[in-house]
Nanobody
Framework: QVQLVESGGGLVQPGGSLRLSCAAS????????MGWHRQAPGKQRELVAS???????NYTDSVNGRFTISRDNAKNTVYLQMNSLKPEDTAVYYC?????????????????WGQGTLVTVSS
């Protein structure tokens, strides 16, 4: 059983910063891609950023230049540094892990999700 646990959400003023963390635990041999999605009230969940095990990153246009995704493969942890936050960044942020192996030849089915952490940007 593999679990993802996010932390670091909270209330921040516009222009402020937050750092989200997501740690994967359980029987893990490797994780290919990890990332962050968000879902604002009344909206669909959207991709924010992703990162491969090799460090290749991808960002949605609205956060490019403000957010930075990184990961520590040894700790199976992914981070999201969020700077210059705007009210429209308010959402529940979910981390995900794709193509997870519990053993060298054992792949877990589907995308794994964390429980989410709320980020509120407001004055």
């Amino acid at each position: 059983q593999v679990q993802l646990v996010e932390s670091g959400g909270g209330l921040v003023q516009p222009g402020g910063s937050l750092r989200l963390s997501c740690a994967a635990s359980g029987s893990i041999f490797s994780i290919d891609a990890m990332g962050w999605h968000r879902q604002a009230p009344g909206k669909q969940r959207e991709l924010v950023a992703s990162i491969t095990s090799g460090g290749t990153t991808n960002y949605t246009d609205s956060v490019n230049g403000r957010f930075t995704i990184s990961r520590d493969n040894a700790k199976n942890t992914v981070y999201l540094q969020m700077n210059s936050l705007k009210p429209e960044d308010t959402a529940v942020y979910y981390c995900n892990a794709d193509r997870v192996r519990s053993r060298p030849a054992t792949w877990l089915a589907g995308r794994l999700w964390g429980q989410g952490t709320l980020v509120t940007v407001s004055s």
